[in-house]
């Protein structure tokens, strides 16, 4: 059974830092686009950054030039390191598991979430 677990979130001030985990078990994601998605209160849920297989990044307009995607395929973990935060940044954020090498906006599998939440 695949898992994904994420991990990192907290509570922040603006401008602070934190860094996301999301630990995969039950199957490799070496070969799989990755990506970070947060959802905050009445709100769809938005994609923050993806990452395929093989190392290309994309981010949305909000988190370009203060988050950073990364993964390490030996320890089968996704990461998002996210820097001078905001509150508008506060959210639920997810990591999720795509169909294939490249992201092709389906989704295969999908964490609990964990909780960033940045006061002024």
């Known amino acids: 059974q695949v898992h994904l677990a994420e991990s990192g979130g907290g509570s922040v001030q603006a401008g602070e830092s934190l860094r996301l985990s999301c630990v995969a078990s039950?199957?490799?994601?070496?070969?799989?686009?990755m990506a970070w998605f947060r959802q905050s209160s009445g709100e769809e849920r938005e994609e923050v950054a993806s990452?395929?297989?093989?190392?290309?990044?994309q981010y949305s307009d909000s988190a370009k030039g203060r988050f950073t995607i990364s993964r390490d395929n030996n320890k089968n973990t996704l990461y998002l390191e996210m820097n001078n935060l905001k509150p508008d940044d506060t959210a639920m954020y997810y990591c999720?598991?795509?169909?294939?090498?490249?992201?092709?906006?389906?989704?295969?599998?999908w964490g609990q979430g964990t909780q960033v939440t940045v006061s002024i």
């Open positions: 039950g199957m490799s994601i070496r070969y799989y686009c």
């Open positions: 990452m395929v297989a093989y190392g290309n990044t």
């Open positions: 999720a598991l795509g169909t294939g090498a490249y992201c092709s906006g389906s989704w295969r599998y």
